[in-house]
C-alpha cells in the first residue's frame, strides 16, 4: 500500500473515479452506473481524457467491470435498505460517491467510509469546498489497513455498533493487501452481527484470465507497480471461498464476471462484457 499519510487521492482512487465517468461519455447508454461528481471531486486535469490509460477502445473490459462492481453494491443496498442492516462500511473508500448521489438510500444507513489517512483528509477537504460537507450521517474513519490499530476498533471509535448488522463492502482493495491482511480483514468481518454481509473484490492469478485479456491485465499490473501500488495477492473462486468460510462466515459464495455480464449487459447496446480478471465474494454472517 502507498504511503498512509500521502496528500490527495491515490492513484488507483483516481483512475476509477474517471473510468466510471468516462463510462458516461463513451459507452452507449443507458449507463450501467452514474458517478459525475466524483470527477468534480477529483478535479482532474483538463486533458485526463488522452492519459494512455482512458484510452477508450482498450479500457472496455475493465471500465465495464468498475462500473459492474459498483452497481452491484449498491443494488445490494437498496435490497436492504429499511431492513435490519442499518449500517454501511466501505473498507478503502477511495472516491466513492454514494452519500451524495443516493441521498435517499443513504440516509437509510450510518455510513462508515474507512480509508487512508492522508487521501481521507484531502478527500474531506473537498467534500467541504465543493459545499457537500460531511453529514451526521457519514462517519469518515482514517485507518493504516497494513500498520497500527485495526479498522474494527477505530469503526468502534467513530460509533460503529457492533451488536448490529452492517453491510460491508471492499471492492478494489483485496490485490494492494498481503493474504495475511485479507485473511484478517475476512476474521475481522465474520466477527460482525448476525445478518451482517461483506462483498469483497480479488483479481483472479493471471493464468485463469481470459487468455485475451491478460495483455491488459499485465499492462495494468505495470501501472500499478509504477505507481507505487503494486498487486500482491491473488485468488482463485475456490481459495477465496475456502479463506472465507475459514475465517467464521455462515455462507460464502461467488459472483463471477460471467453473472455481472448476465444482470447489467445482457442485449445493451453498449457491447460491453466485464473483465474476467476481477471477481466478487459475498460472504454472511
Known amino acids: 500500500m502507498p504511503n498512509a499519510m500521502m496528500e490527495g487521492p491515490e492513484s488507483t482512487a483516481l483512475r476509477v473515479a474517471l473510468w466510471r465517468a468516462l463510462h458516461l461519455e463513451v459507452d452507449p447508454g443507458p449507463p450501467v452506473f452514474e458517478d459525475r461528481i466524483g470527477l468534480e471531486l477529483a478535479a482532474p486535469s483538463p486533458d485526463w481524457r488522452g492519459r494512455p490509460d482512458m484510452e477508450p477502445v482498450a479500457t472496455r473490459r475493465v471500465r465495464a467491470s468498475i462500473v459492474a462492481r459498483a452497481r452491484f453494491v449498491e443494488d445490494l443496498l437498496a435490497d436492504h435498505a429499511g431492513g435490519p442492516v442499518r449500517q454501511y462500511v466501505i473498507l478503502g473508500a477511495g472516491l466513492d460517491t454514494f452519500v451524495q448521489r443516493r441521498p435517499e438510500i443513504a440516509s437509510r444507513f450510518q455510513v462508515f467510509e474507512v480509508d487512508q489517512p492522508g487521501p481521507q483528509a484531502w478527500k474531506r477537504r473537498r467534500l467541504v469546498e465543493l459545499g457537500f460537507g460531511v453529514p451526521p450521517g457519514l462517519r469518515l474513519v482514517p485507518v493504516d489497513f497494513e500498520a497500527g490499530p485495526s479498522w474494527w476498533d477505530l469503526l468502534a471509535a467513530a460509533g460503529f455498533d457492533a451488536e448490529a448488522p ?120
Request: zero cysteines; a negative charge; hydrophobic letters at 50%.
Open 166 to 285: 452492517a453491510l460491508v463492502t471492499s471492492i478494489g482493495v483485496s490485490m494492494y493487501l498481503t493474504r495475511d491482511a485479507v485473511a484478517a480483514t475476512l476474521r475481522q468481518a465474520a466477527g460482525l452481527a448476525a445478518g451482517s454481509i461483506l462483498a469483497m473484490s480479488f483479481l483472479l492469478p493471471l493464468d485463469l484470465v481470459d487468455p485475451e485479456e491478460q495483455p491488459m491485465r499485465q499492462a495494468t499490473e505495470e501501472i500499478a507497480r509504477a505507481a507505487g501500488t503494486p498487486f500482491v495477492s491473488f485468488f482463485s473462486p475456490a481459495d477465496i471461498v475456502s479463506l472465507a468460510r475459514e475465517a467464521g462466515f455462515s455462507e460464502a459464495w461467488h459472483v463471477s464476471s460471467a453473472e455481472l455480464e448476465r444482470l447489467y449487459f445482457a442485449g445493451a447496446a453498449s457491447g460491453l462484457r466485464p473483465s474476467t480478471s476481477e471477481q466478487l465474494l459475498i460472504a454472511t454472517v
